[in-house]
């Protein structure tokens, strides 16, 4: 099966600085790569995907990357603010309904 | 509208006795998730409903069991509680099912004895 890596485990920025999340997959048959964001005891929330037909996508202050050929992802936040602080999952879909998540990035905005 | 509920909150059992989380969406959706959630290992599919009267296995099927009652309501079995099943249990739901946006119910704790 697909196999997820996702790093850093944790991570430290000050208020408005950029923060860098990457992930790895195994499969190349993954071509949907969503991200999301769960804060402390809450649910996780997709806050943006991108499909393999795509490189990058962009939503205000946060955009994603893909490389396919290298077969990894990465989501950019720009100009951080304390209330992004919260844990970030990536995960890859090969087909269908299957869905493999990352192990998550712990992200602390520093004010 | 409600989105995903999920009842029970928090449960705590005894190895071996059984129990069944209750999975209720109402936005209409096709596809229903139920994923576990271990500290240090992100989020698992266990099961999911592809659409109504449908169910496959995922990434750690062991130990549990499924039901996917009408279009609405997901529920997830355990027969035989383990400490090993000791986790936050997360159903989901997307409209579509093919690689579409899922929508997370609140969670349940659970611990195992």
């Known amino acids: 099966g697909e196999n997820v890596e996702q790093h850093p485990s944790t991570l430290s920025v000050q208020e408005g600085d950029s923060a860098v999340i990457k992930c790895t997959y195994s499969?190349?048959?993954?071509?949907?790569f969503p991200w999301y964001k769960q804060e402390l005891g809450k649910r996780p929330q997709l806050i943006i995907d991108?499909?393999?037909?795509?490189g990058e996508k962009k939503d205000q202050r946060i955009a994603v990357t893909l490389n396919k050929t290298a077969k990894h992802f990465s989501l950019h936040i720009t100009e951080t603010q304390p209330e992004d602080s919260a844990v970030y999952f990536c995960?890859?879909?090969?087909?269908?309904?299957?869905?493999?998540f990352g192990t998550g990035t712990s992200l602390t905005v520093i004010p | 509208n409600a989105g995903v509920t999920q009842t029970p909150k928090f449960q705590v059992l005894k190895t071996g006795q059984s129990m069944t989380l209750q999975c209720a969406q109402d936005m209409n959706h096709n596809s229903m998730y139920w994923y576990r959630q271990d500290p240090g290992m992100g989020l698992r599919l266990i099961y999911y409903?592809?659409?109504?009267?449908?169910?496959d296995k995922g990434e750690v099927p062991n130990g549990y069991n499924v039901s996917r009652l009408n279009k609405r309501e997901f529920s997830l079995r355990l027969e035989s509680a383990a400490p090993s099943q000791t986790s936050v249990y997360f159903c989901a739901s997307s409209a579509q099912g093919r690689q579409e946006t899922q929508y997370f119910g609140p969670g349940t704790r659970l611990l195992v004895l």
């Open positions: 991108i499909r393999s037909n795509v």
């Open positions: 995960a890859a879909s090969p087909t269908g309904n299957q869905f493999y």
């Open positions: 409903s592809a659409s109504e009267g449908t169910t």
């Open positions: 499969d190349s048959a993954s071509n949907y």
